[in-house]
DNA sequence: CAGAATTAAATGCATTTGCAAATATCTTCG
DNA sequence: CGAAGATATTTGCAAATGCATTTAATTCTG
């Protein structure tokens, strides 16, 4: 294990040599980053955090997902999420219903509510949405979308 | 479209029809949450945490920043960073330094140890940067970062 | 030059998070 | 059938996080 080790790393580029502004992944995490505190106020304000956004964004289009599909979608752990559900189901934001044909799994519904809550703060996400791609033409938009898809289904590990 | 007035809900696209998969902010935050959690066995190795991390790769760049500016590139609050360098400091990773002209600043610079650990953790940060990568034209890649700079500057606050 | 306002970093505290384990249910296959 | 393994979700617990506050030092203003 000890000259594998040393001999792995001689000829990769240095991320220095590669330069920040130039790795992706710190780009995309310094915008995603913004584009997430952007929005923190507003969803302070209707008690939402991250997760529970995220939740009622995806519910939003998806409707009744199972827990597990629905924490592949907001990217979060099924922990995270269950507790998160906890807390939209008591506010009365969505509402949790055992599957019919298993009832180990649960499947998750947006409520009248819960929808509602989402409209009022889809306008900020549209706009901090908007801020981002303020000046780039719409067939780089395309270009963009179409890229961030196929780097999607290169890491994905779920089908979804 | 039909005019230019003030943005009212009722003109706005709706997240359905716009399509999950066309939404760039989530493409983003699902293709970033596999490269961080993909890379969170190998840090959790080496006893680090994602702003841990990032320090780290922060600092194998640029020598020497404030704090303040070492947070901002890291995508954190001042407080996480500061509890984050704190464990740093204590493993001998990185050292601080109060500023030559002002006292009340700290500069931050990685240690030889420090520079070790992320030479370990780098070639994991390039395989999976590569994997998100794969099959993707060098003409595409550098079009898609070209948007992610743009990007960033409509949206940074920090001229940095 | 003094006092107020600003800035940098650290700290208190409540909440959130993630891992691991527990619970409950379903599936497989002897 | 029924035990062993797999799957879906929840829960316990320690660690990490974010907001607000504190401490310390600098800059601004009259």
Redesign the interface.
Known sequence: MTDD?HD??ED?????EI?????????????????NS?LRDEMAKLGLTTPKM?AL??L???DGPLIRELAV?I?AEQSTLSRALDQLDADGLVRRETDAGDSRATRVFLTDAGRAVF?TL??H?????S??????PDD??R???G??????A????HEI
């Open positions: 080790d792995h790393q990769l580029p240095r991320l220095g330069g920040l502004a130039n790795y992706a992944p710190y780009l995309m995490n310094r915008i995603m980053g913004r584009y952007a995220r964004a995806v939003s289009v998806i979608y990217v409209d889809w306008p996400m549209v706009e901090s949405f801020r981002m791609f303020r000046g780039i780089e938009r270009a963009f979308v890229t961030l898809q196929k780097m999607l290169n890491i994905r590990k």
